[in-house]
T-cell receptor, first 114, second 112 residues
């Protein structure tokens, strides 16, 4: 079946602009995660959605970052007033449930802030 | 102490060699464990789950040692195509909620 999809695959933006990144999880997966990965670095957890529960936002690096998940499916990660240090690959993953089940990742969005 | 620790490597091994990676975790309430593989500039992909009794998938063997709080991945007869970064993932209860933690990854380079 279809995997996790993300768009755009690449995004170049000027410092100070806002960007929106989209994630379509696997159908039926209730858990959705956003991660960030800088070149040569490990995964940095950003935010997690589980069903209708309040999201776990503990990983968001600043209040310029926000995310929402509409109808328990598609999610959008928004970065306001982008900075050069926001340049990274943003990965989305989904799973059947949080905690016990494996995650499936999308191909990521490569964000470059100039 | 980090919640999940891995030696970042790189591990440079010749083709055909056997190589093993360990991953230690600090939360004794951890419940499920996985190994992921990440190729350069690609997303992580699930390699295998790690079961309490240990499990094998072809040339790959995963083990869990709850007493010492580590998981391991053994790769036999290494192939050039095994070159990648191997991430361990630990899921478990933390302060009453489920938490997923990725290790930083161990880089493997298989040399001809």
């Amino acid at each position: 079946g279809a995997g996790v999809s993300q768009s755009p695959s690449n995004k170049v933006t000027e410092k100070g602009k806002d960007v929106e990144l989209r994630c379509d999880p696997i159908s039926g997966h209730t858990a959705l995660y956003w991660y960030r990965q800088s070149l040569g670095q490990g995964l940095e957890f950003l935010i997690y959605f589980q069903g209708n529960s309040a999201p776990d936002k503990s990983g968001l690096p600043s209040d310029r970052f926000s995310a929402e998940r509409t109808g328990g499916s598609v999610s959008t990660l928004t970065i306001q007033r982008t900075q050069q240090e926001d340049s990274a690959v943003y990965l989305c993953a989904s799973s059947r449930d949080r905690g016990l089940f494996e995650q499936y990742f999308g191909p990521g969005t490569r964000l470059t802030v100039t | 102490r980090k919640e999940v620790e891995q030696d970042p490597g790189p591990f440079n091994v010749p083709e055909g060699a056997t190589v093993a990676f360990n991953c230690t975790y600090s939360n004794s309430a951890s419940q499920s464990f996985f190994w992921y593989r990440q190729d350069c500039r690609k997303e992580p992909k699930l390699l295998m789950s790690v079961y309490s009794s240990g499990n094998e998938d072809g040339r790959f063997t995963a083990q869990l040692n709850r007493a010492s709080q580590y998981i391991s991945l053994l790769i036999r007869d290494s192939k050039l195509s095994d070159s990648a970064t191997y991430l361990c993932v630990v899921n478990g209860d933390s302060g009453g909620y489920q938490k997923v933690t990725f290790g930083i990854g161990t880089k493997l380079q298989v040399i001809p």
